[in-house]
């Protein structure tokens, strides 16, 4: 099968999304399949890379990272009618997404999305509706819910269901979706990970900077309990109040720990001045950007992750952090609820500093449910291996290829799944 990712941001970006496109895109050339992932251009200073177009787009970056792209590029669509699709899988709605729409009405594809955003949590990057948001009047409340649900969501749900399949990362998102009565077919597909994640692979020796003891005394400054969290340092990752709940632990259990957040974003320098003020900047470490394929070896070196995020469809990171064997400890939230299980692999506690502090010091201080939780995660990480969510992915683009054979005389001989 032929099959055309079609996305917004993609490498040298670091980000969920374009992990997922290229997790998915090896599991499924590992599966005999032919994957070309069309993704922008970034001011020419990304590396050529076989079977990734890029198209052209404005430099000027959205959100900060998301760059603009072009109305109008012949030579995109030059490439994608020679090279004769069996589907496209759009990662996006807006921009790339209206694309992938009209490829597969001009040329009789099926087009599949995965619902990756819950888009209307990231409206505050925009000036006029975050200003509008702070004040509390009632104009201004109605014209904040006509944006969000009218403009965004509405805009959002006319797209998916102009789709042939619609991709929910996990559980959860599926039911916001079918609550929503949004008229499409759903699945869930979540993403994999490689093998390099798990902690078996981070058992044989690496090269120093990967190793283990490497990583606790440099980025842990050789405390007893190293914590670690992954984010893009912004808002809607909800930092603040991990920091806030770091210095409650510090009160129950002293210094020995050290919080390594793992990441960069617009918020870091805001949250280093909040470490001062706290009083815990010697309790934690910011890497910065570490590469996706190093981020397991600092998972292996870490003995908690912890997550307050409220805005993911999926929790990646949990999982990467559970094959490292690592607990989980996070805010119950959409994205987490799919994956962490109370007392199994780590815990979900509410939005209060008091009991995610609790729960820190009871898993990290009580050796026997540490070791149950480690080894639950463990065990919940393998079930997200990327062969096997490569292969059901292969299982639906064969439905909706099939489905769509009557319009377009083309015909895919299916593979048994």
């Known amino acids: 099968m032929k099959i055309a990712m079609m996305t917004n941001n993609y490498k040298p970006v670091v980000g969920g999304v374009p992990i997922a496109v290229e997790r998915l895109a090896e599991g499924l050339r590992e599966r005999g399949h032919q994957v070309y992932i069309f993704a922008p251009e970034y001011d020419n200073d990304e590396q050529e890379e076989e079977f990734v177009i890029r198209y052209r787009s404005f430099h000027k970056k959205a959100g900060g990272y998301v760059p603009l792209m072009k109305p109008v590029d012949l030579e995109m669509e030059r490439k994608f009618r020679e090279l004769e699709f069996d589907i496209i899988h759009v990662h996006h709605p807006v921009m790339i997404g209206q694309r992938a729409w009209y490829l597969g009405r001009?040329?009789?594809?099926?087009?599949?999305?995965?619902?990756?955003?819950?888009?209307?949590?990231?409206?505050?990057?925009?000036?006029?509706?975050?200003?509008?948001?702070e004040r509390e009047g009632n104009l201004e409340h109605k014209i904040t819910d006509f944006i969000e649900n009218q403009l965004v969501l509405g805009f959002v749900r006319r797209f998916t269901e102009g789709c042939s399949l619609v991709i929910a990362p996990t559980n959860h998102m599926q039911d916001i979706l079918i609550e929503r009565k949004w008229e499409a077919d759903m699945t869930v597909l979540p993403t994999g990970l490689p093998d390099s994640f798990y902690g078996e692979y981070w058992k044989e020796p690496q090269e120093q900077r990967l190793g283990r003891e490497y990583i606790r005394n440099v980025y842990g400054k050789g405390k007893s309990k190293i914590i670690c969290t992954v984010a893009r340092l912004s808002e809607e990752k909800n930092l603040k109040f991990i920091l806030k709940s770091l210095v409650i632990l510090k009160e129950r259990m002293g210094d020995d720990f050290q919080l390594l957040i793992i990441g960069d974003g617009p918020q870091r320098k805001e949250l280093e001045e909040i470490t001062q003020k706290l009083g815990i900047a010697d309790q934690v470490t910011f890497t910065g950007t570490v590469k996706n394929e190093e981020i397991a070896a600092f998972h292996f070196a870490c003995d908690l992750f912890l997550f307050a995020s409220k805005s993911e469809t999926q929790g990646i990171v949990l999982l990467e952090a559970m094959a490292g064997g690592s607990p989980v400890l996070a805010v119950k939230a959409t994205g987490v609820c799919d994956v962490v299980r109370n007392g199994q692999n780590g815990y979900m506690t509410q939005e209060q500093e008091e009991e995610f502090a609790w729960r820190a010091e009871q898993i990290l201080c009580d050796p026997k449910l540490y070791l149950k939780l480690a080894e639950g995660a463990s065990e919940t990480a393998r079930h997200y291996k990327n062969k096997s969510i490569a292969w059901l992915a292969e299982c639906n683009y064969e439905r909706v290829v099939l489905a769509m054979k009557e319009h377009t005389g083309r015909f895919y001989k299916r593979r048994t799944c």
């Open 106 to 133: 001009k040329y009789g594809i099926p087009v599949v999305f995965t619902y990756h955003t819950q888009y209307e949590q990231y409206l505050h990057y925009w000036k006029p509706y975050h200003w509008l948001k």
